[in-house]
């Protein structure tokens, strides 16, 4: 499966942007995913993860309440609506899927098989 995130952009502090990872390939419902960010000079973290059903979500502690992880089978998508953003949450942001079998969300990198090839999210006035 190849995926495709889009949806940054440049957006100024408390603003919110709707970020989308589109898959390709196959059908995307049966896959678990996550989206992580890397900041400049800083190591890639966990954002946000979703289950395959859709019934379990998961987001870091630093974005709870800010963010929403969402299924859009429907277009074969995953989406990611980030509210009151700070400049702090400036970085590039990636999606991955894991294939099944899985079960629940997954919170670390190594735990995916696929990437995209990430989205720039800048928060700035």
């Known amino acids: 499966v190849q995926l495709q995130a889009s949806g940054g952009g440049l957006v100024q502090p408390g603003g919110s942007l709707r970020l989308s990872c589109a898959a390709s390939?196959?059908?995307?419902?049966?896959?678990?995913v996550g989206w992580f960010r890397q900041a400049p000079g800083k190591e890639r973290e966990f954002v946000a993860a979703i289950s395959w059903t859709g019934g379990s979500t998961k987001y870091a502690d630093s974005l709870k309440g800010r963010i929403t992880i969402s299924r859009d089978n429907g277009r074969n998508a995953v989406l990611l609506q980030m509210n009151s953003l700070k400049p702090e949450d400036t970085a590039v942001y990636y999606c991955a899927a894991r294939g099944p079998p899985n079960v629940g969300y997954y919170m670390h990198d190594h735990e995916y098989e696929y990437w995209g090839q990430g989205t720039l999210v800048t928060v700035s006035s």
């Open positions: 390939g196959r059908t995307f419902s049966d896959y678990a």
